[in-house]
């Protein structure tokens, strides 16, 4: 087993066992008393502060082949009430000239001291395939540590019938440090239909701009061998004067059309076989169900 696996599979383990395992109890932790936790002690903020947004647009390449990448991504959050909020996210992304387009709902409820919890449907339009995922979203706020997870129910659609269809579990998790109010690293791992990655990440606001905009960064690990590495930047729509660890926490989630996108590997660009197998006398190749081909005797 890879060192890739393991490490992917250790981290997934730990974000989910926790996340998931603990949401809904979470709002009983209790809090140390660091200045970033003070304003939640003595009172329960809404689960969306109002409504806001977030713009992104990066750059970079992937090996395997040598590629030129390109990202730019929008999310617009809503507060239904006090303890709940819903966001929609579009995205639009290309590879070496191949071009995907996706989108994503959440509807969640949260207590910004303590966790979110919600459910989250995401789908990814490419030249020739469609990626769907849709199930429960959850994330952990302990102090400057955040566990974020998203895992469920994911289906890949080809327009080429020589190329199965598939279908299986998904999931996806981050580990965010934040050394500073401003400032957010992560480590994240990924499986999409058997496609596996790691990711590290990072996030810096910058102050004194009189606006919101943060630089960001990204190099991820693929189980194929391949690599990918973003540079880019991120502006937000809301209170300019909020720090990076609250807009996270009180305002919009991550974009998940972006993180299918970036998580599904090779699976957008798969192609059937070069050459269709030789059955044999008296068979043939067919499609025995749907995207599934085998040989079959010949019927006379």
Known sequence: MSILRVTKAALLASVFSISFGYAAT????????????????????????????????????????????????????????????????????????????????HAFTRDPSSYLLGVTAGVVVADGARLAAVGPEAELYLDRISLEGWAGWAAIDYDDVLTPNENGFFAIGDVAWYPTDDWRISLGGASIL????????????????????????????????????RVGIKGYLGDPGKSLIDRHRQDDPPNRALDLFSAAGDLLTATPPDEEPQCGPGFEYVEVREGVWDCEPILT
């Open 194 to 229: 058997g496609r596996e990655s790691l990711k590290l990440a990072t996030e810096y606001q910058f102050s004194g701009l009189g606006f919101p905009l943060s630089g960001v960064g990204e190099v991820r690990a693929y189980d194929t061998g391949a690599y990918s590495f």
């Open 26 to 105: 979470a709002a009983d932790l209790i809090l140390s008393p660091e200045p970033i936790a003070e304003q939640y002690v003595d009172l329960v903020l809404p689960a969306v502060s109002g409504i806001n947004g977030k713009l992104e647009i990066d750059f970079g390449g992937i090996t395997d082949p040598d590629s030129a990448t390109f990202r730019a991504a929008g999310s617009l959050s809503v507060p239904i009430g006090e303890r709940f909020g819903v966001q929609g996210d579009v995205s639009i992304g290309s590879i070496d000239g191949n071009w995907a387009f996706g989108g994503a709902v």
